[in-house]
Nanobody, 121 residues
Framework: QVQLVESGGGLVQAGGSLRLSCAAS????????MGWYRQAPGKQRELVAT???????NYAESVKGRFSISRDNAKNTVYLQMNSLKPEDTAVYYC???????????????WGQGTQVTVSS
């Protein structure tokens, strides 16, 4: 079974930094796009950043210049470096990955369980 496990969330003061990690494991043949999304209380889940297998990136306007997404294909891991954090960045952060199954060869999107990021003012 393919699984995504996030880590690195926590409580930080405004202006601080955090680095999130998300490792994919299981019967994986390849991973195309990987991404980070977030959901604040009472709001819909929104895109934060995505990165393709060729390292092409895309960011939400609200995080451009502050957040940086990267990946390590050998480890099937995606990272999100978050700098200059603001209270409005407080949310549960989820990673996802478009995975091609090693044995069954189908592709689908998998999600992690989420990690809480809280930014205090």
């Amino acid at each position: 079974q393919v699984q995504l496990v996030e880590s690195g969330g926590g409580l930080v003061q405004a202006g601080g930094s955090l680095r999130l990690s998300c490792a994919a494991s299981g019967p994986i043949l390849s991973i195309k796009t990987m991404g980070w999304y977030r959901q604040a209380p009472g709001k819909q889940r929104e895109l934060v950043a995505t990165i393709t297998s060729s390292d092409s990136t895309n960011y939400a306007e609200s995080v451009k210049g502050r957040f940086s997404i990267s990946r390590d294909n050998a480890k099937n891991t995606v990272y999100l470096q978050m700098n200059s954090l603001k209270p409005e960045d407080t949310a549960v952060y989820y990673c996802n990955a478009d995975v091609q199954h090693l044995v069954l060869r189908f592709s689908r999107t998998y999600w992690g369980q989420g990690t809480q990021v809280t930014v205090s003012s």
